[in-house]
């Protein structure tokens, strides 16, 4: 690395905004102290009443500063905005079967002593795809919130720390922490110190979190959606439970889940989903659908508008199999027939499953414009591959990057991006109405577009190979952060003031902080044997035999270090979000040296 670089890196006062220094544990601040010491100053000229009073609020102001202290260190994932997502579904009143199921009732009673059967603390509830799993899961959080502490989590295939067993461990500490404060020492001690957070340390305040006071209950969703590792280490969690704890687990029938639960010789209850448990849903659902189609609109005198209506609800229903997701991909797919004849014909070709419906699509897909059909294969890479779904504005500036521009053309950016979004993707996908957050309609797509084997051909002609997608999503992060139009932001000792010009730069450049974040992690990803714990990876994959997708990645990755003024802006902005993680962003800097050392000894070597 040339020596300026080095000087650059090692004196980043000029571009690094640090927040107020503060001491960890707990937070105290000028006022708080003031205040408890006028209360013991004047306790003489107070009665015992008032100085206890004012000695008590002060004490709980400095647990609160400690409670939102440790919540920036946990960093949880945000459960309630999927909780709200999921109740506010038009599906929401569906389930409510579980309520009257036998084995339900039965794991929802308090242990006895007595002879068997044993109340199981273990609920599995399980079911093919489509089938609603997690509005049964939203709907057991429903009816138990505000009995009992109650944390929860659903697991998304789409979004990396929605599979991750350490973001798992914090969010379900962090809850269980809001609901027993007095158990605040559990975490103190170690945030005081400086400790590193690590899945060892989280199981143990788990464990002081679940055995402290009332019952705990615990619903983790969509469990085959995480990694297998994951799973098991998910799964073991069930040891920290007493016998009045309770913990329901919902996903797919996956063989080593079953395994791994048996494998725990605890007393568990299983619920699989049933068509016939769903078929009062079912219908209500395509009922309410139909209305929404507005048939009876339609100008057509020989057409009996009920008679139709009731002939589609009940080829919907015999066709569904109890499957939610089928019969929404169906609506959607009758929305968008022009004529009668249309109609007649989507319904009597109507997929029998969801991958006959998902490969449809892909044909669909296949025969775009070449123009759009490029747009939509590119966005289906960022809406599969990505660690975390993007929004409408990240997609949008994602698109437009261009690997032989030097600068991101604003002409290239999509007029109406949500439009064109949703009419090229289709059901595929889905579009967050609250957030703007574009993520595959449901983990069956993904399980569909990752695996190849059902139709080969058609597969590989829309998505490359999962090597070549992620160095192509790497490139266009790197290719993001080289551009000259985005350039390092001139801030101050005045943190409150630099935050805002920070804050206001990445606004501006949507796509800077995902690129900021992952470009490496995608590098990582394009090598089959990938260790994600350690960025030296970087120069093996560079000098594997992958040929082709080594050829991809190298030039962007030599032109990224070979400027100072890139990587140093890239370190400027890595800074600031990692601002209260500075361990973590530490651990990044260290990292990458030593990948920028190997490829700016090899950029001379590059023809740039």
């Not at 339900?104 to 509830?125: C, E, H, I, K, M």
């Not at 892909?362 to 070449?370: K, M, Q, T, V």
């Not at 939509?376 to 929004?391: A, D, E, G, K």
């Not at 960025?535 to 000098?543: D, W």
């Amino acid at each position: 690395m040339s020596e300026s670089l080095r000087k650059s890196i090692s004196d980043l006062s000029g571009i690094l905004v640090r927040p107020p220094r503060k001491t960890r544990g707990y937070v105290w601040t000028k006022s708080r102290e003031a205040q408890l010491s006028r209360a013991a100053n004047t306790s003489e000229k107070l009665n015992s009443t008032e100085v206890t009073l004012e000695v008590r609020e002060a004490e709980e102001a400095k647990k609160k500063d400690t409670l939102r202290s440790i919540l920036k260190w946990l960093d949880p994932v945000d459960t309630v905005s999927d909780y709200i997502r999921i109740t506010d579904d038009p599906k929401k009143q569906a389930c409510q079967w579980i309520r009257s199921n036998v084995d339900f009732a039965r794991w929802l009673l308090p242990p006895t002593a007595s002879s068997p059967p044993v109340v199981p603390s273990l609920l599995r509830v399980n079911a093919k795809a489509g089938t609603g799993k997690t509005y049964v899961s939203a709907r057991v959080i429903e009816d138990m919130k505000g009995s009992q502490p109650l944390a929860y989590f659903f697991c998304d295939v789409n979004d990396e720390r929605k599979r991750s067993f350490l973001d798992i461990l914090k969010t379900l500490t962090w809850q269980l922490l809001r609901q027993k404060p007095d158990q605040l020492n559990t975490l103190t001690d170690a945030y005081g110190s400086g400790e590193q957070l690590s899945a060892r340390l989280l199981i143990n305040a788990l464990r002081q979190l679940i055995r402290s006071d009332a019952a705990c209950r615990l619903v983790i969703d969509g469990l085959d959606e995480c990694r297998e590792d994951v799973r098991k280490s998910v799964l073991r969690l069930c040891e920290l439970l007493r016998p009045e704890d309770k913990i329901l687990i919902a996903s797919r029938p996956e063989h080593d889940i079953h395994q791994k639960i048996r494998k725990l010789r605890k007393e568990f209850a299983m619920v699989p989903i049933r068509e016939e448990d769903n078929s009062r849903d079912i219908r209500a659902y395509i009922q309410e659908q139909i209305r929404d189609l507005n048939f009876r609109d339609i100008e057509d005198p020989d057409l009996n508008v009920q008679r139709f209506e009731h002939q589609v609800s009940q080829k919907l229903f015999n066709a569904s199999k109890g499957m939610f997701m089928w019969v929404r991909l169906m609506i959607d797919e009758l929305s968008q027939q022009m004529t009668i004849d249309e109609l007649q014909s989507a319904l009597d070709n109507l997929p029998s499953c969801l991958h006959e419906f998902y490969e449809r699509i892909l044909n669909r897909i296949d025969h775009y414009p070449p123009r759009k059909r490029a747009l939509t294969c590119r966005m289906l890479q960022w809406i599969t591959c990505s660690l975390r779904p993007l929004s409408v504005g990240e997609m949008t500036e994602a698109l437009a990057i261009d690997f032989d521009s030097g600068s991101l053309n604003p002409e290239k950016r999509l007029l109406k991006p949500r439009q064109f979004i949703l009419e090229c993707c289709g059901s595929l996908i889905e579009i967050d109405s609250n957030t703007g957050v574009v993520r595959v309609a449901h983990a069956s797509v993904q399980d569909y577009l990752e695996d190849r084997s059902y139709n080969v051909d058609l597969s590989s002609s829309v998505l490359p190979a999962p090597a070549e997608i992620q160095a192509d999503l790497s490139r266009y992060c790197l290719t993001y952060l080289c551009y000259e139009t985005i350039e390092c932001v001139q801030v101050n000792a005045n943190y409150d003031e630099s935050g805002i010009k920070l804050n206001s730069h990445l606004q501006k450049h949507s796509f800077l902080a995902y690129a900021t974040l992952h470009w490496w992690s995608h590098l990582y990803r394009c090598k089959p044997d990938r260790n994600l714990e350690s960025m030296s990876r970087v120069t093996e994959y560079t000098s594997a035999d992958s040929v082709k997708v080594q050829g991809k990645i190298l030039k962007s990755l030599v032109r990224f270090v070979k400027s100072e003024r890139y990587t140093v802006h890239w370190l400027q902005i890595l800074y600031w979000l990692c601002r209260h993680k500075t361990d973590f962003a530490i651990s990044c800097f260290r990292e990458v040296v030593e990948a920028f050392e190997f490829l700016d000894d090899k950029r001379t070597n590059i023809d740039l």
